[in-house]
């Protein structure tokens, strides 16, 4: 769908250099736009996938919340907007705040990388990518190529605020298309920037 309006930083309008968007669904956040826009004047427009093309992004009962890169720093939206429907076209009229970057959005841990086979090939576009803690899913995407991802997947652990399961300190463990990974790391809610973390399928 896409995604037009205008947005704010302390009440003026806003200039930033990259604006994206984050599903949130079940107290489980994606990473779903499709490209990173720049906004000028306050004005914007944004794509955001739907689950049917990466998985964990815009269905029934989830929200849209974005995110700019402004003033040296990340902020997100002080709200959302529901998902309007696959192929639609909406107006989300946003305010950021400086004293409060983290807006609406919850602490995760955030992590990109290349998700290989056991020869270390690249696997292909649609792989299902899952992060769990113990038996509790906590992270869901899927593998794209072009748009924004150029390759890679950029998964998204919730913290104990959104799924209280999900605790700050397990070990995060990952299935590619159902099958496990041999890497793992620990969850660290509110880290800033992703963690970089290539995927391979254990033997």
Not at 74 to 88: E, K, L, N, Q, R
């Amino acid at each position: 769908m896409t995604l037009r309006g205008a947005l704010t930083l302390d009440g003026a309008p806003l200039n930033a250099d990259f604006l994206g968007a984050r599903v949130i669904r079940n107290g489980l956040a994606a990473a779903c736009q499709d490209k990173i826009p720049a906004v000028r004047d306050g004005r914007f427009e944004i794509t955001v996938a739907a689950d049917a093309e990466v998985r964990g992004c815009g269905a029934p009962g989830s929200e849209i919340l974005l995110w700019a890169y402004a003033a040296g720093r990340f902020h997100f939206s002080m709200g959302s907007i529901p998902w309007p429907g696959d192929g639609a076209q909406a107006t989300f009229d946003a305010a950021f705040s400086s004293a409060t970057p983290a807006g609406a959005s919850e602490p995760v841990t955030e992590f990109k990388g290349h998700l290989l086979d056991t020869a270390g090939r690249s696997l292909p576009a649609g792989t299902v990518v899952e992060a769990y803690i113990g038996d509790v899913l906590c992270g869901v995407t899927s593998l794209r190529y072009g748009g924004a991802t150029e390759g890679y997947v950029t998964m998204i652990v919730a913290g104990p605020s959104s799924v209280p399961a999900c605790a700050a300190g397990a070990t995060v463990t990952f299935r590619l298309a159902s099958r496990p990974a041999t890497q793992t790391i620990t969850n660290a809610p509110g880290t800033t920037l992703p963690h970089d973390l290539d995927l391979t399928l254990a033997p």
